[in-house]
């Protein structure tokens, strides 16, 4: 008799806590997805065909693509080398650059535009000097470039130290005793094994440069065609005509989603998954 | 009690120490630098607090125009909202509440009157402003003309199409370029200089103070209200010149009517508009 109770107890106790996790688990979806289901319901494929093609909306997507993508392969060809070093040498204050590695993710975005303001600025730490050669940095493409490269290139760099650190160095040893050069070492035994894990990195360094926003306006201002990149365009527009920012978002949403769901695919039954 | 751990709580105490140093100096800032303080803390509600959604153009007056209010009416406290009128308007449009409403582009007034959004037996002018060309101090772009401002390589900031102050800048930038002022092809060299349009008119303000621009449209008041010494000026004439007329109203939705229309009434009072004339507002009468 008693047996039996516990065991019905014991059930019950089961059941309720799936229920109390499944609910969990649906409260955070609605909250992440909610928002999102309430901007495609305003938008209606008139509007899309609209808003799309229009200029400022073009300018601003081709603008984010570019400078996006040249963020992103400067934080690969940077960030790959100075990565490997860091995760296979031990150095005095390597903490440290840990942490200066991190604190774009926790610093605000314009925090960081004003900063790179009052550094590369014409009147700037660095930027004086600059013009006094002839090279103005702020408001410039070029800006939106530093000031995505800035805030977007922890997430690369993390997930490079955690693949390389991850690595057993046996790998590398083999290679070096049959005679190969730390270089194509490097090229052909290390890449190869950290490429799935990089290739994800770099996408949601890519995924995060398209949709800076704060330090761009401080550092890169708002100029259609030169700095403004979408989500400017989607700020401009929300102050003027609703349902440009409307197709706009509802583009980046669609970019933003096909970019994680690269990273899943890519990244699905891989031992360096994140 | 192993080292590692030893080691965290010292770390732990380091961070507390530092952010206690922080908050303590932000502490003492915010007591004696009362000329910055732009949103007012709010205290707990004692019936007299009102929001007033506040068009950016009077970030500078705010700071003063709060405190004279609350201190001729105890027991209130006023915080503003400072953002572009345009950004106010949606944000209200989109359900957001407030009390009062201060507007620097009557059509956006009326639109929201027209959408029910304000009393409107309580939306009144309130007050003026004219455009000025403002430069950086020393004036690096030497611009001692408005000629000048179209000179290649000049870098100039201006407000969106859609702040006041853009709209205004827009429209004065038509009439001199229609007069015989400045030369022809005036207009197109502007605007090829122009290398960032701000959404608020403080964002062209502190662009040209920290002299990264050469040059920028804004009002008056706030040339008015800067450092003296910190920028210089290039006047408008007034014929040419775009008057920005700024309105005040209760918004529906306020739940303090009563305290929102006398802060109206001290806006609107000797005492009010003598606050705004020292910062450059031109009067209405």
Redo the contacts between chains.
């Keep these: 008799m008693n047996v039996m109770a516990d065991e019905k107890r014991q059930k019950f106790r089961a059941r309720a806590a799936k229920g109390i996790a499944a609910t969990l688990v649906l409260i955070v979806c609605l909250y992440l997805t909610l928002p999102l289901v309430a901007l495609v319901l305003r938008v209606t494929p008139e509007l899309l065909m609209t808003y799309l093609p229009n200029e400022t909306v073009q300018k601003a997507l081709w603008l984010s693509l570019l400078t996006s993508g040249i963020a992103t392969v400067t934080v690969i060809a940077i960030g790959t080398p100075a990565a490997y070093f860091h995760s296979r040498t031990a150095y005095p204050g390597k903490t440290l650059v840990d942490t200066f590695i991190d604190l774009p993710l926790v610093l605000p975005p314009a925090v960081a535009g004003f900063s790179l303001l009052l550094l590369f600025g014409r009147t700037g730490l660095l930027g004086t000097y600059l013009h006094i050669i002839g090279i103005d940095v702020a408001f410039t493409t070029l800006a939106v470039v530093m000031a995505q490269i800035f805030v977007s290139s922890p997430f690369y760099l993390r997930q490079a130290k955690a693949l390389f650190e991850q690595l057993d160095p046996a790998y590398e040893e083999t290679a070096r005793t049959l005679g190969s050069s730390s270089f194509r070492t490097f090229i052909s035994i290390i890449l190869p094994l950290t490429a799935s894990g990089l290739i994800s990195g770099a996408i949601m360094t890519f995924a995060r440069a398209l949709g800076e926003f704060g330090a761009t306006i401080m550092f890169a201002g708002n100029l259609p065609g030169v700095t403004q990149t979408m989500p400017l365009a989607i700020y401009a527009a929300m102050q003027g005509n609703f349902d440009v920012a409307i197709a706009i978002s509802v583009l980046l949403v669609a970019i933003s989603l096909a970019i994680m769901l690269a990273v899943r695919l890519l990244t699905r039954n891989r031992k360096y998954d994140v | 009690m192993s080292d590692s751990s030893a080691r965290k709580i010292t770390v732990l105490f380091v961070l507390c120490a530092v952010l206690t140093a922080a908050l303590a100096i932000a502490g003492c800032t915010g007591t004696t630098g009362s000329d910055n303080v732009t949103t007012l803390a709010t205290t707990p509600a004692t019936g007299g607090d009102i929001v007033v959604f506040t068009a950016a153009s009077l970030t500078g007056v705010s700071a003063d125009l709060g405190p004279a209010f609350e201190d001729a009416n105890p027991g209130t406290t006023v915080t503003f909202n400072l953002q ?1 009128t ?2 106010l308007k ?1 944000q209200i449009e989109l359900g957001a509440t407030g009390d009062v409403f201060i507007s620097a582009k009557t059509a956006y007034t009326n639109d929201l009157m027209a959408g029910g959004y304000l009393v409107n037996e309580t939306v009144k002018k309130l007050t003026s402003n004219y455009i000025v060309v403002i430069l950086p101090a020393g004036n690096p772009g030497n611009i001692t003309s408005l000629d000048d401002l179209a000179r290649p390589g000049m ?1 100039i ?1 201006m407000g ?4 006041p102050v853009g709209i205004n800048t827009r429209t004065v930038i038509d009439n001199l370029a229609n007069s015989t002022l400045v030369s022809s092809g005036w207009k197109e060299g502007v605007f090829d200089n ?6 608020t008119e403080p964002g062209v303000v502190t ?1 040209v103070s ?4 050469d040059a920028g449209f804004v009002y008056e008041s706030s040339y008015k209200a800067a450092a003296a010494g910190s920028l210089e000026l290039v006047p408008i004439p007034e014929e040419y010149n775009a008057l920005q007329i700024y309105t005040v109203g209760v918004l529906s939705d306020s739940t303090n009517k009563e305290t929102a229309q006398k802060f109206i009434d001290f806006l609107l009072s000797s005492e009010g508009q003598e606050i705004l004339k020292n910062y450059g507002f031109t009067s209405i009468s």
């Design positions: 572009g345009q950004s949606k870098k900031a969106t199409a859609e702040v122009v290398v960032t349009y701000e959404t662009k920290l002299g990264e621009v």
